[in-house]
């Protein structure tokens, strides 16, 4: 079962324009994590938000958690050609072994 | 330094057939995972090993079988192989559980005809 469902499914942007990623999951987490996956390759981790927190930083990404409606978002600023990816959110099982259960992903394309 | 290596990259079957998927990690990770993704469904997780010598069953084992070889090995063998069993499949390593991120390997691209 997916634990993560991310929206939209698809993305097309220009360069330089925001895009915004959205997660919504189902049971309580211990903490949310996002990945890239460039075509043919395998997921990188970006960025991980703890169930306390409920913004981070990291470069051109702003991650945000709202627990209470059991949702994430993944803003990138200032979108390039190389931000072109799938961008999959994960969230632990709650079972302490770092189980990830992932989402089918957000596909972005961002336009020269 | 490697990351997570696995091979090979790509493997044709015909139903019936056994394979080995082999990874192995530089990290000096405890855990291991092994997922598998198919279009549109994001990834679901096979096996996992939380330390050597220790495997257990994820959401979708069944046709499956892994062995943890020692600290930085954790392969996947397909017995007989099955046409569902088509998909790109993906290792990877993290560090003690908690919050650690998972590292993952290219993936092998299998297909069963």
């Known amino acids: 079962s997916q634990q993560g469902e991310e929206d939209p499914q698809a993305l097309s942007i220009q360069e330089g324009e925001n895009a915004t990623m959205n997660c919504s999951y189902k049971?309580?987490?211990?903490?949310l994590q996002w990945y890239r996956q460039n075509s043919g390759r395998g997921l990188v981790h970006l960025i991980l938000?703890?169930?306390?927190?409920r913004e981070k930083h990291s470069g051109r990404l702003r991650v945000t958690l709202d627990t209470s409606k059991k949702s994430s978002s993944l803003l990138i600023t200032a979108s390039r050609a190389a931000d072109t990816a799938s961008y999959f959110c994960?969230?632990?099982?709650?079972?302490?072994?770092?189980?990830?259960?992932f989402g089918a992903g957000t596909r972005l394309a961002v336009h020269p | 330094n490697a990351g997570v290596t696995q091979t090979p990259k790509f493997q044709v079957l015909k139903t019936g057939q056994s394979m080995t998927l082999q990874c192995a990690q530089d990290?000096?990770?405890?855990?291991m995972y092994w997922y598998r993704q198919d279009p549109g469904m994001g990834l679901r997780l096979i096996y996992y090993?939380?330390?050597?010598?220790?495997?257990d069953k994820g959401e979708v084992p069944n046709g499956y079988n892994v062995s943890r070889l020692n600290k930085r090995e954790f392969s996947l063998r397909l017995e007989s192989a099955a046409p569902s069993q088509t998909s790109v499949y993906f290792c990877?390593?993290?560090?003690?559980?908690?919050?650690?991120?998972?590292?993952f390997g290219n993936g092998t691209r299998l297909t069963v005809t």
């Open positions: 990877a390593s993290s560090g003690d559980r908690g919050l650690s991120p998972l590292h």
């Open positions: 049971t309580s987490i211990n903490n």
């Open positions: 938000i703890r169930s306390n927190e």
């Open positions: 994960a969230t632990d099982d709650g079972g302490g072994y770092n189980k990830l259960i």
């Open positions: 990290m000096n990770h405890n855990s």
């Open positions: 090993s939380a330390s050597e010598g220790t495997t």
